[in-house]
Structures are given as structure tokens and as C-alpha cells.
């Protein structure tokens, strides 16, 4: 059994910062892939960004890319979201996930998720 334990989340001013991370427990957790994604209120989970191994390679999605910079410890496959420039639309829970299968923007391909952290951003 694995689970993802998130925090970081809170609240801050537009052009602020925050960081979130997520750490896995659980035997022989062995995930490649990790992402965030994150769901506003009424509208559909999104991918935010996505790392992999071997090296650490990434990916993100438009809205955040040049804000957002993700990144993973291999000691203890904790994963990092910095979040930088922060914009009003940047508010929404934010969740990790791991173990893809499949498309690793596509919400159903991951076969773990965190409980999620609220990240809110205000004028």
C-alpha cells in the first residue's frame, strides 16, 4: 500500500511564492513517474507538472511553465512543486500522484493520489 502525504499549501498574495511537496510511504515504492495536478472549484482536475528517472527529466503544463519548477529527491522520492509568480488563476487544490501508466497528463493513468493541499492566492 502506498500513500502520498502532502503539505505546503496556504495562502499568499499574487506575484508571491509557495511551495508544496509531496512524500510517498509504503513498502517497496518503486513509482517512475510523479505529477501534480490541481482542480479549482467547478472545473476538471488538470496536470500541472510531471517529473520521471532516470534524470530527473520534466514536463509542465502552458499556464505554469516558467513559474513552476517541480523537482524529486531520489533519497526518499519526495517530490517538490516551487511555485513562483503566483496568478489568481493559480488557485485550485493542488494533489500528487504516482505510478503512471499511460499518458501522464490523462488523470486515470496514475494509480496513487494525495489527499490534496489548497493553495489560494489572493489581490
Known amino acids: 500500500r502506498v500513500e502520498l502525504v502532502e503539505s505546503g499549501g496556504g495562502s499568499v498574495q499574487e506575484g508571491g511564492s509557495l511551495r508544496v511537496s509531496c512524500t510517498p510511504s509504503?513498502?517497496?515504492?518503486?513509482?517512475?513517474?510523479m505529477a501534480w495536478f490541481r482542480q479549482a472549484p467547478g472545473k476538471e482536475r488538470e496536470g500541472v507538472a510531471v517529473?520521471?528517472?532516470?534524470?530527473?527529466?520534466?514536463d509542465y503544463a502552458d499556464s505554469v511553465r516558467g513559474r513552476f519548477t517541480i523537482s524529486r529527491i531520489d533519497a526518499n522520492n519526495t517530490v517538490y512543486l516551487q511555485m513562483n509568480s503566483l496568478k489568481l488563476e493559480d488557485t485550485a487544490m493542488y494533489y500528487c500522484?504516482?505510478?503512471?501508466?499511460?499518458?501522464?497528463?490523462?488523470?486515470?493513468?496514475?494509480?496513487?493520489w494525495g489527499q490534496g493541499t489548497q493553495v489560494t492566492v489572493s489581490s
Open positions: 500522484a504516482a505510478c503512471k501508466n499511460g499518458d501522464y497528463w490523462y488523470r486515470p493513468s496514475y494509480d496513487y
Open positions: 509504503g513498502d517497496d515504492y518503486s513509482c517512475i513517474t
Open positions: 517529473i520521471w528517472t532516470p534524470g530527473h527529466r520534466a
